[in-house]
């Protein structure tokens, strides 16, 4: 019974490591084979990448599952190459090829993978910064917990967000979804069984509520293409032609 019971605890702990990164891959591969990423939000690529490198600071000062920190490592270099594949084949209508970004300092609207590389990079370098600083204080390491948490619980939100604005759901994977939903149930599961810090719990119970608000968009939108956006140039050759006929 102790080793059946031990069996279930380590194949539920490489699930947790391994299956989240890999809900990505076929979102991955329905962009390279469409050529185009439209309907995927970019910014859950920046949701995930910032949450999990604070992730593995918050580890440094309170060591929870060993499982919980391999899965932070691989979901940062799956969330890296579903990034550099998203400007590959980033929509022709995006704000930066548009030059029509409002984010301040066009935040992760930029148009070289070598800028979001940059940017990560100073995020590091200033999380390290901190944590040597403030790293023995309990209260510190509380905070970037939740803010590690905080900010993944919200990873939905830009992609309930985008479908909105489309009333659609087309280019995203129902696969992604359902990955989503499987798990994140999961994972709240294994929090409150593993008795893994406050944190866990509370986000988890979070994002899985907006799972299931993208669910309810599936149901009421469907996936069908969203209407072109044409361009103002795009505009004006349509009237040209239309004066023509």
């Given at each position: ?33 469409k050529k ?33 920190l391999l ?110 939903l499987g ?63």
């Amino acid at each position: 019974m102790i080793i059946e019971t031990s069996w279930i605890s380590t194949a539920a702990s490489i699930g947790m490591a391994v299956g989240p990164p890999l809900v990505y891959a076929d979102q991955a591969y329905s962009i390279v084979k469409k050529k185009d990423s439209t309907g995927f939000s970019r910014d859950v690529c920046a949701i995930l990448l910032i949450a999990n490198i604070t992730r593995c600071f918050f580890w440094l000062g309170d060591r929870f599952e060993t499982a919980l920190l391999l899965q932070s490592v691989l979901m940062i270099l799956a969330q890296l190459a579903l990034l550099y594949i998203c400007i590959i084949y980033r929509p022709r209508i995006s704000p930066e090829t548009l030059g029509t970004s409002h984010r301040l300092y066009s935040f992760w609207q930029w148009s070289g993978y070598t800028q979001y590389i940059e940017f990560l990079a100073g995020l590091i370098l200033f999380q390290a910064i901190l944590f040597l600083i403030f790293g023995r204080s309990q209260v510190f390491i509380t905070i970037l917990g939740f803010v590690a948490l905080g900010l993944e619980s919200t990873l939905p939100i830009p992609q309930l967000i985008s479908n909105y604005k489309q009333r659609s759901l087309y280019g995203f994977r129902m696969s992604t979804l359902l990955g989503w939903l499987g798990g994140d149930s999961f994972k709240t599961a294994y929090f409150f069984l593993q008795a893994s810090p406050l944190q866990f719990k509370v986000c988890a119970v979070f994002q899985l509520s907006i799972d299931f608000g993208i669910l309810a968009q599936r149901i009421v939108y469907g996936n069908a293409p969203p209407p072109p956006i044409l361009t103002e140039e795009e505009d004006l050759e349509q009237a040209l032609a239309l004066a023509e006929e």
